[in-house]
């Protein structure tokens, strides 16, 4: 019991740690997607090491849980301003994913719903920064894209049979592509439809297998 509580503690504090360092990132850089894409890695990290420290996603989904109340509660003061701005819902549909996926545990392999979680954190991730560093401008690029398509294919590598990871990824980069405010389906954010979509397919394939 005192085993699982340490677990439980260090996996909230690592991503309260996240929070604060992408706070502290912006002070330092005053740049955003850096501040913002640190915190998506480093919960990406705490998102992969749940399949180790945890047999069922009850912690790690009692704090999506929570962390999406505080930045619902937190919106519009910026208190985590390194990842969250006032105005963007980017991160309470970022945190409502990660809850979403965490809950699918208990219908589908973990692996699935972690990878499908990574897509996220990981490759959108990587995706934002490639963006910023060609393009320096908030678009969907294809070097974004390709970017994007290589960091997903490594994630899903957690994934068996390999074809079911792989089509995750084709859905969760064709919808991260596609979706969002400078996407050609704007009504749909691509922090919902990337992570949910992939988790949708790669979840019914298993179960028609």
Do not use: Q
Request: charged share 15%.
């Amino acid at each position: 019991m005192l085993i699982e509580l340490l677990k439980a503690v260090f996996f909230s504090a690592f991503v309260v740690f996240a929070l604060f360092a992408s706070n502290f990132l912006y002070d330092k850089t005053k740049n955003f997607v850096y501040s913002r894409k640190l915190a998506h890695s480093l919960v990406g990290v705490a998102v992969l090491s749940t399949l180790w420290l945890f047999d069922s996603p009850v912690v790690p989904l009692a704090l999506s849980l929570v962390i999406l109340a505080v930045f619902i509660t937190t919106h519009t003061r910026e208190v985590f301003y390194g990842v969250a701005k006032r105005g963007r819902l980017s991160e309470i549909y970022f945190a409502s994913s990660c809850a979403v996926c965490f809950a699918a545990w208990y219908l589908v392999d973990p692996k699935i719903a972690v990878a499908s979680t990574l897509f996220l954190a990981w490759g959108d991730g990587i995706t934002g920064l490639v963006r910023w560093w060609t393009d320096k401008r908030h678009a969907k690029t294809l070097s974004g894209t390709a970017a994007n398509l290589v960091a997903c294919s490594l994630i899903a590598l957690l994934v068996t049979p390999y074809w079911v990871g792989a089509v995750g990824v084709v859905v969760a980069v064709v919808l991260e592509h596609l979706c969002g405010d400078v996407g050609r389906v704007r009504w749909l954010d691509d922090n919902l439809a990337m992570p949910l979509g992939a988790l949708i397919v790669m979840g019914g394939l298993t179960w028609v297998l």
